[in-house]
């Protein structure tokens, strides 16, 4: 569970990785379900969230999603404009404070986002698969595609901001740094050496 403060409010969040959520949930008085729920088929993502104003409790609701599997972490929310942002799957829910209804949820990376960061007036949304710039509004300002998937099993950060510039390494370890407009500044592939080819003659004897 995660705590946050926002104004005169308070806001938990909780999920299926770190909270037994059967035990958390008493009552549902609002519930968000795209997923498999209404498929009758086993949900991935459960978030419950509460918010509460000097201590008592004012809204809750909690989010089904079948996708793909998400956790609530410190970078995966954002606070602003009296909206409340968080990840479920592969889609952003955007929730207005203090009520928690929905004003509106997206997809952006088909396979799962990872990651929500502000950034100037905007989103930085760091996916599995792509990387999103969008608005508060929900819409992409633009979105950036690398050789491989955003995901590297050598020990580099495969997404990090750096005061003006964006760096991501990809699974194949190839480095791209982005401006915050989305232009490639930057392309260092991994150049993999050749092996060594035999003549055809030298394949035999």
């Not at 969008?134 to 050598?154: A, M, P």
Request: net charge negative; aromatic share 14%; glycine share 6%.
């Amino acid at each position: 569970m995660i705590k946050t403060d926002y104004k005169n409010f308070e806001i938990e969040l909780f999920d299926d990785i770190n909270d037994d959520l059967d035990l958390i949930i008493k009552s549902k008085k609002n519930e968000i379900d795209f997923g498999s729920k209404k498929e009758k088929l086993e949900y991935i993502s459960r978030h419950y969230i509460i918010v509460k104003e000097l201590g008592i409790e004012i809204s809750n609701i909690t989010i089904y999603e079948s996708n793909s599997a998400s956790g609530i972490y410190e970078d995966t929310f954002a606070v602003t404009d009296n909206k409340l942002l968080v990840i479920s799957g592969n889609e952003i829910y955007c929730l207005e404070i203090p009520s928690l209804k929905l004003i509106w949820h997206k997809e952006f990376d088909q396979a799962a986002n990872f990651a929500l960061y502000k950034l100037e007036e905007d989103f930085i949304i760091y996916g599995e698969i792509g990387i999103f710039r969008i608005t508060k509004e929900g819409e992409i300002v633009w979105s950036f595609w690398g050789r491989d998937i955003w995901v590297n099993l050598k020990g580099k950060n495969p997404f990090s901001v750096e005061n003006d510039k964006i760096r991501l390494f990809d699974f194949e370890s190839n480095e791209y740094i982005l401006d915050f407009n989305g232009n490639l500044i930057e392309d260092n592939p991994i150049l993999i050496p050749k092996r060594a080819q035999k003549k055809w003659w030298q394949r035999f004897g």
